[in-house]
């Protein structure tokens, strides 16, 4: 079992960037690993995937070409850097993982998550 804990949201001006950082208690290194956000009044959706050897990525369209998702399994800690941030990418930003995962977009198949962290972006 692993417990996620989501760290690195804050506000930023629109256009700007932030790193999100998910800090595991145990190691990821078996373990494919997503992105997900879930702003007021909306479901929660996909953000980006990667598998549990940093092999293969994918993204939502809607962040393809500004978010890029990373992992390091020497520090058990999963990245999400956001660039060119957008009015409608504010949400409470979650990290989920599944064991030897590829990377998927469903987010019924993570079996564990954090507690989320939240982005702001201003105009």
């Known amino acids: 079992q692993v417990q996620l804990v989501e760290s690195g949201g804050g506000l930023v001006q629109a256009g700007g960037s932030l790193r999100l950082s998910c800090a595991a208690s145990g190691r990821i290194t078996n373990y494919g690993m997503g992105w997900f956000r879930q702003a007021p009044g909306k479901e929660r959706e996909f953000v980006a995937a990667?598998?549990?050897?940093?092999?293969?990525?994918r993204y939502a369209d809607s962040v393809k070409g500004r978010f890029t998702i990373s992992r390091d399994n020497a520090k058990n800690t999963l990245y999400l850097q956001m660039n060119s941030l957008k009015p409608e990418d504010p949400a409470v930003y979650y990290c989920?993982?599944?064991?030897w995962g590829l990377g998927t977009s469903s987010y019924e198949v993570y079996d564990y998550w954090g507690q989320g962290t939240q982005v702001t972006v201003s105009s």
């Open positions: 990667i598998s549990w050897n940093g092999g293969y990525s």
């Open positions: 989920a993982a599944y064991l």
